[in-house]
């Protein structure tokens, strides 16, 4: 297996995963690129590894880690891409706390939350 680092970077600059067509025989090596990204704690770089791959379960590890860290932003990234409705409301309330009304509305959205979208777009 090799680690794709050169690889995940020029992908990351073209940004575009939805047309992507990656053999999943590669996946492994991905992966592999993708836990030591995680290991060094370049969170941005794991992030759109994992979604090369689709492994929700380590996007959404990771976007918990940067709830942690309050590196909301990596957050957003990880939990949007992985679908997790959880971390998006939690996502949703840290931006709000924060003052960033966009993007907690941006979260709720995509959490599927029409409370608390409903609230925000009624009182600010």
């Known amino acids: 297996m090799e680690d794709l680092n050169l690889v995940v970077r020029e992908l990351i ?4 995963f939805e ?3 990656i053999p999943e025989g590669l996946f492994p090596s991905f992966e592999k690129t993708g836990d030591n990204y995680l290991m060094k ?15 929700n379960d380590k996007l959404s590890k ?7 860290r ?17 971390g998006l409301n939690k996502l949703g ?11 907690s509305l941006s979260a709720f959205k995509l959490a599927d939350n ?11």
């Open 114 to 124: 029409k409370e608390m979208v409903e609230f925000i777009v009624k009182n600010f």
């Open 19 to 21: 047309n992507m067509n």
């Open 93 to 103: 309330e840290d931006f709000l706390k924060e003052g960033e009304i966009k993007k």
């Open 62 to 68: 990771i976007g918990f880690l940067c709830l942690e």
């Open 70 to 86: 309050n590196y909301l932003e990596f957050a957003f990234k990880a939990f949007s891409f992985s679908e997790h409705k959880e």
């Open 13 to 16: 600059k073209k940004d575009n």
């Open 41 to 55: 704690e370049q969170f941005l770089e794991a992030i759109y590894t994992f979604r090369i791959t689709k492994n």
